[in-house]
């Protein structure tokens, strides 16, 4: 395998293992957190640089680079002092900041790019997925059945049977599971298998009688559905939206070691993927995670989150107001919220019925999410947000859902005063096209998922007919009308690999193989900003890092092969090299 070779100064050279080990150990502690200043790095005329990178292809992500030999926005060499890149350029240029104890890094014309940035994770759960049942790539009823009794067979009565992330829409009988699939195998372990987008549920006989849930009762919760069979009143063991949580409350809460050990499996799998950064979703639970994680310095990743599954926000605000959570690794700047469920689900909220719905259906047009129904209660709950300087990140899928959170923005800016807020619209997926250019005018966010579109894309014309769908992952319309468009993965509903995201954004191809909106792609160049130099901006970070010039903190990964040189069908089969995030070697893919 072909590997870039680091160096001690100039005098010798040392193999890659034994280099990457010694920076390590030489370079440990924390780096800066993604808004603090960073710190001075002298002169770099006289003072030596702590690592270099020559003989490589950089992409800066600066439109016009001064520094750009090769064309606008590209370079070959850079010098990193302490956390924060000090030169970009040319290799003669990097070479004269080589000394004694300076890395060097022969990339041997590699791509190297700015540090990866997902902008929407829900990380400690993604950990936790790494080590549970994942059902997500099964073919059929066969397999699946057979993967939940194999998992059972591990288990002790009693003791719950977690994970999932399992779809039908590709397999050749797309019927959905029930609980007569599982519980033959489960009769006395409890069951709690998440679809794909996380949205709905299967569980078993067990976990519904531990629940009180039976062929009489309880009523739907709000936001939610119990789905029953329509003769008997028999629950299915699909449980929609909130209707989860009469199940998912039982369930016992991992301690906060247990989270600690999932976020450290999550940011190795992250830094492998070349992924420096991330806008992570999390529970309050997860936050004394970050905490151990930040005391021991061990944080490799920034992670700005935002806080979900919090029913009254107040009891947040003065603690976020006064940043005492903040570490140099993580930052903490609002709120997760909901309009509605998801297009697989048929929770996602339409202004018109879906095309496909039941004529006994019990919601045609999906569901509004509990915290935002009545709209015009959720309207204050954003004003009140707002009012206090806070940022909002907001799940919202539906065409309706929507337009109605675009309004809300728009009332607490004429209420409080226009401020660039930068709150955000998470998936954005399905919009009607007069509300495309709110996004730039009002300074809204466009968070969006390109996996979720290659995963939709099988089944999303079935759902809306063709004519809604001129709104659908409008990628290029959003880009077109000057909104900020970020994007993310959703991990652990779809795989974390940045470079499949992109390849879904330009290619267009969904997971069956056809190729669907084509019109809404993006150009290579404009996802791979979205993964690196927008996102920063989404955060009110861009100052500090996404792209490579001097001042940034020196965020980066060197590539194995060079996107820019691939076909739009070989994007997703990029590999990263090395991950580099404030000048420390965080990862290095394996011989």
Request: net charge negative; proline share 7%; glycine share 8%.
């Amino acid at each position: 395998m072909y590997r870039p070779i680091l160096e001690r100064g100039r005098p010798g050279r040392i193999p890659i293992g034994i280099a990457i080990i010694a920076a390590a150990v030489l370079n440990a502690g924390p780096t800066v957190i993604c808004c603090a200043a960073p710190d001075p790095f002298g002169d770099p005329a006289t003072a030596h640089a702590d690592l270099v990178i020559v003989g490589a292809k950089i992409w800066t992500g600066v439109p016009k680079s001064e520094a750009s030999s090769v064309r606008p926005g590209f370079a070959t060499a850079l010098a990193v002092t302490g956390e924060v890149i000090s030169v970009v350029g040319s290799d003669a240029a990097a070479r004269t900041l080589v000394g004694p104890g300076t890395t060097v890094i022969e990339a041997k014309g590699r791509r190297v790019i700015p540090g990866i940035t997902d902008s929407h994770t829900h990380l400690i759960a993604g950990g936790f997925q790494l080590a549970r049942l994942m059902l997500r790539d099964v073919s059929g009823r066969e397999e699946f059945v057979r993967a939940v009794e194999q998992a059972a067979r591990a288990k002790k009565p009693g003791e719950w049977l977690l994970g999932g992330r399992w779809s039908v829409e590709s397999w050749r009988d797309p019927t959905p599971p029930n609980k007569s699939w599982i519980d033959p195998s489960t009769r006395d372990i409890p069951v709690y298998l998440t679809r794909m987008d996380g949205h709905q549920a299967l569980v078993n006989s067990a976990a519904l009688q531990l629940a009180g849930i039976d062929s009489v009762g309880p009523k739907d919760p709000p936001g939610g559905e119990i789905e029953r069979d329509p003769k008997t009143g028999e629950p299915t063991g699909i449980l929609k939206e909130s209707a989860r949580d009469l199940v998912k409350d039982l369930i016992p809460e991992p301690d906060a070691a247990e989270r600690y050990e999932a976020f450290r499996r999550a940011m190795e799998h992250a830094n492998s993927l070349g992924i420096t950064s991330v806008h992570d979703m999390s529970v309050p639970a997860d936050l004394e995670a970050f905490r151990l994680a930040a005391a021991d310095s061990a944080m490799t990743l920034r992670v700005t989150t935002y806080l979900m599954d919090v029913s009254d926000w107040t009891v947040f605000f003065d603690e976020i107001s006064a940043g005492t959570l903040n570490t140099k690794m993580f930052h903490l700047p609002g709120f997760k919220g909901f309009m509605d469920g998801s297009l697989g689900s048929r929770t996602a909220y339409m202004r018109e019925p879906y095309s496909d719905a039941a004529p006994d259906a019990p919601y045609p047009r999906g569901q509004l999410a509990a915290m935002a129904d009545p709209p015009e209660s959720f309207r204050e709950r954003v004003a009140t947000v707002d009012a206090r300087g806070l940022q909002l990140a907001v799940h919202s899928i539906g065409d309706e859902a929507n337009h109605l959170l675009l309004n809300a923005y728009e009332a607490a800016a004429a209420k409080n005063g226009a401020r660039d807020a930068r709150h955000r619209v998470e998936h954005a997926q399905h919009l009607l096209v007069s509300d495309i250019p709110r996004f730039a005018a009002l300074g809204v966010v466009a968070s969006m998922q390109p996996l979720h579109k290659a995963d939709d894309g099988r089944y999303a014309e079935k759902a809306l007919g063709r004519k809604r769908l001129a709104g659908s992952y409008a990628y290029r319309q959003l880009l077109d009308s000057g909104a900020l468009v970020c994007f993310g993965s959703d991990w652990p509903v779809v795989s974390l690999n940045p470079f499949l995201g992109m390849m879904s954004a330009v290619n267009a191809r969904t997971l069956d193989g056809k190729v669907w909106l084509a019109s809404h792609s993006t150009t290579f160049e404009e996802a791979l900003r979205a993964y690196t130099v927008s996102p920063p901006r989404a955060i009110h970070c861009e100052d500090r890092f996404g792209t490579i010039e001097p001042g940034k903190l020196a965020d980066l990964v060197v590539l194995a092969d060079d996107p820019f040189s691939l076909s739009p069908d070989q994007i997703g089969d990029v590999r990263v090299d090395l991950t580099i995030v404030g000048g420390k070697v965080v990862y290095t893919r394996p011989d």
